[in-house]
Nanobody, 127 residues
């Protein structure tokens, strides 16, 4: 069972930045694709960004392109989400997820494709 633990959430004002971290208990062979999702109250969970652990290929939801950056550190078994120019509409619980298969081309990343999930970290952006 792959364990994912998120950290780094918090409260910021609009225009601010946060960096989310995700620590994985297993890496690459069991989790070749990692992604960040978010879910606001009353809204379906949506894929924000994903990264392939072998080649580092990244994909982003249109709403965060140019503001968010997903990255990885294979040696530390970590995946990060750098969030800049935050907006109130970015307020949500953010989840790290891992797929047991290589990243698909689905845009944005689809919940059904991810097998392992963390507990989430709350991000709140005030205006």
């Amino acid at each position: 069972q792959v364990q994912l633990v998120e950290s780094g959430g918090g409260s910021v004002q609009a225009g601010g930045s946060l960096r989310l971290s995700c620590a994985a208990s297993e890496y690459t062979d069991s989790t070749p694709c990692l992604a960040w999702f978010r879910q606001a109250p009353g809204i379906e969970r949506e894929g924000v960004a994903r990264i392939g652990l072998r080649y580092g290929t990244t994909t982003y939801h249109n709403s965060v392109k140019g503001r968010f950056t997903i990255s990885k550190d294979n040696a530390k078994k970590m995946v990060y989400l750098q969030m800049n120019s935050l907006k109130p509409e970015d307020t949500a619980m953010y989840y790290c997820a891992a797929s047991g298969a290589y990243c698909s081309r689905t845009l944005p990343p689809a919940v059904a494709e991810y097998k392992y999930w963390g507990q989430g970290t709350q991000v709140t952006v005030s205006s």
